[in-house]
């Protein structure tokens, strides 16, 4: 049942985060962007609220099946690590434990999850590529022809890229999603254990309701601290490739990055990767315990 809730869990989230999962994309690949509200303006004012939903039919489609996994793998991972050191799955963990299934995880997930980042990421970022490429373009005071969107949706993305830049294409930024997701999780699973731990009532193994909500919108936000700076990392060279591409590797697109526009680089969408965990992963662990209470209680 850990996969079912972990699937429901997902879904939940991903309907109420992804506006700023799209606001966040734009901020880190788009160096035009001071901030979110300017990010935020601008894209209303182009797009409107359609802007904010590019690339979301293949997440919704996908989401599932990746929060299914993660939650799956986690206490699974945990079951078997509960089994071999103590004798029994049901035995308390000790965070080491809680620590190395997390980061598997996160490790697991990254192989479902590339080519579909990279598909969002790309119809994400595709109306700043043609908006440079019409600003490069045209003699002065002709205004050019708009083009057509390169990408008319998810699988159309992934079948370009596919045939443009082969299968390492949709596992391009696969590496810095490793050592995202990696610690992340970890760090998510981790966090979340702690502090159910800390906020359930005396005589009780698990908190009430408001303690979930606690518990899951914090272990998002700390989570995503952790995560930024491989974040903006992942979302500069799946973007790339729109055009001529920048970046030649992970170590290439770090010293870059630095160089061109400092060490702040590196936490470029942070805040908002904090403010959108919390309501986002509130609503995930929710969605997950309770599936799982309410499975609890028809099988017994």
């Keep these: 049942m850990d996969f079912v809730a972990g699937a429901i869990g997902g879904v939940c989230g991903v309907a109420v985060g992804y506006p700023l999962d799209t606001v966040k994309v734009r901020i880190q690949t788009e160096p035009k962007y001071t ?10 004012h182009r797009e409107r609220v359609w802007g904010f939903y590019r690339g979301l039919s293949l997440p919704v489609c996908t989401v599932s099946l990746v929060s299914s996994v993660s939650f799956g793998t986690y206490c699974h991972c945990l079951a078997h690590i509960c089994r071999l050191r103590y004798g029994s799955p049901d035995a308390k963990p000790a965070k080491a434990d809680i ?3 997390g980061c598997a995880s996160g490790l697991v997930r990254v192989f479902l999850t590339s080519p579909t980042e990279v598909a969002k990421v790309r119809l994400q970022t595709q109306t700043q590529t043609q908006q440079r490429r019409l600003s490069a373009s045209g003699p002065s005071g002709v205004p050019p022809a708009c083009p057509e969107p390169k990408y008319r949706g998810p699988l159309h993305c992934l079948a370009t890229v596919a045939r443009e830049e082969g299968l390492r294409g949709l596992y391009k930024g696969s ?7 990696g610690h992340s999780f970890a760090t998510y699973f981790l966090s979340y254990a702690v502090l159910c731990e800390c906020l359930s009532p005396a005589g009780h193994s698990h908190p009430d309701v408001l303690g979930v909500l606690v518990a899951g919108g914090c272990a998002g936000v700390l989570a995503w601290a952790v995560a ?3 974040d903006v990392i992942k979302s500069r060279l799946q ?21 061109e526009e400092g060490p702040r680089v590196l ?25 799982l209470r309410l499975t609890r209680g028809l099988l017994t």
């Design 35 to 44: 901030g979110i509200w300017h990010c935020i303006r601008d894209t209303y």
């Design 99 to 101: 620590t190395l299934s």
């Design 175 to 181: 590496s810095a999603l490793l050592l995202r997701d």
């Design 228 to 230: 930024t700076p491989m």
């Design 239 to 259: 973007a790339d490739g729109q055009g001529q591409r920048r970046y030649r590797g992970l170590l290439h697109c770090v010293v870059t990055s630095v160089r």
């Design 267 to 291: 936490f470029k969408g942070l805040l908002i990767n904090c403010g959108r965990a919390f309501p986002v992963n509130m609503v995930v662990f929710v969605a997950y315990e309770a599936v």
